[in-house]
């Protein structure tokens, strides 16, 4: 309940500062939207007509209703109900998150367990060295420019994979592996550091002393225990790289939510830009959050079930 109560909280918050962020930005989105020659009487009346020129408490509370009834209002610039723009975005930036979450826990989980059986006690030192710094280099790259250096070898010099765009399944590919390399790294890394210490404790060598095969060792007993604790790491990732496709979204041309938040803030779009940041913002905390009750409902013992 606490958990829950933190993530109303957190909300209220986000819906406070999506309002409030895009109001600071300098500049009038009308003069924006119909450009530096339009006449002033009619940028007045179409501010009159958008309700820009209401008191802030009244924007706000419109800003607020419309956001409850999932319509969040009309484009500045293309004049379409936001809710449509959004539609036709979301999926696409859901089908590139899911595969590249999908691709990043298919490389972190069964890399971090190998190396950490491989490395147990010490052994093959010279594995140990290039996993930490491979992962540590992959880790430290942004997005941006590993997806650009994609582009370069695979696209432009290797003629494999499209460039940019979303026109079949081959164009995930580039664009998924900007966006899961980083996170994959990192929970490498956390997965190999917890199954080192799942293999020190006694169920380990009691399991080993009775010679149980080692895949119904390591798929069985010591798999859950291991994503146990690294769930909340896990969490974290997976928050980093659905904000992740923001930057890789605009470097591939994708067309989501990631390249239209862009747009609609270089154009001072207020109503789209708010409901993108808002979308955004409560994926990350929804995701969070069930990673909390996850976490406390896989194992009572955590500190998260005791708060």
């Known amino acids: 309940m606490r958990r829950v109560v933190r993530f109303v909280v957190s909300m209220a918050v986000l819906l406070v500062a999506s309002f409030a962020m895009i109001h600071l930005i300098p500049g009038d989105p009308v003069r924006a939207a119909l450009g530096p020659t339009a006449p002033a009487a009619l940028v007045q009346q179409r501010r009159a007509d958008l309700g820009l020129d209401d008191a ?37 930036t859901l089908e590139l998150a899911a595969v590249a979450t999908a691709l990043a826990l298919l490389i972190a989980i069964p890399l971090g367990m190998l190396l950490a059986v ?4 010490g052994r093959h030192r ?4 290039t996993f930490t710094a491979v992962t540590g280099a992959v880790a430290a790259v942004p997005e941006f420019l590993l997806g650009v250096g994609l582009v370069v070898v695979f696209a432009v010099a290797l003629h494999w994979l499209p460039p940019a765009g979303r026109a079949g399944p081959d164009s995930y590919v580039l664009p998924a592996v900007a966006l899961a390399a980083g996170p994959a790294a990192v929970l490498a890394r956390m997965v190999r550091v917890e199954t080192l210490r ?66 609609s803030v270089v154009s001072k779009d207020y109503p789209v830009a708010q409901a993108v940041i808002l979308i955004y913002g409560a994926f990350v905390l929804t995701v969070n959050l069930l990673v909390d009750v996850a976490l406390a409902a896989l194992d009572p013992r955590s500190e998260i079930g005791r708060r």
Not at 80 to 91: E, H
Not at 126 to 129: H, I, P
Not at 216 to 236: C, F, I, K, S
């Open 198 to 263: 799942e293999l020190g404790k006694d169920y380990v060598r009691m399991a080993r002393a009775k010679r149980l095969p080692a895949l119904r060792l390591y798929a069985r007993h010591l798999l859950p225990n291991t994503l146990t604790a690294a769930l909340t790491v896990g969490g974290m990732v997976l928050a980093s790289l659905i904000a992740g496709t923001v930057i890789v979204e605009n470097v591939f041309a994708w067309p989501g939510l990631g390249s239209k938040i862009t747009e």
């Open 118 to 121: 491989r490395t147990e006690n």
């Open 56 to 92: 802030l408490p009244v924007q706000f509370g419109r800003y607020l209703k419309e956001v409850f009834t999932g319509r969040f209002g009309t484009s500045f610039i293309s004049r379409q109900p936001v809710d449509q723009i959004i539609g036709t975005r979301l999926v696409n």
């Open 126 to 129: 010279g594995s140990e060295l």
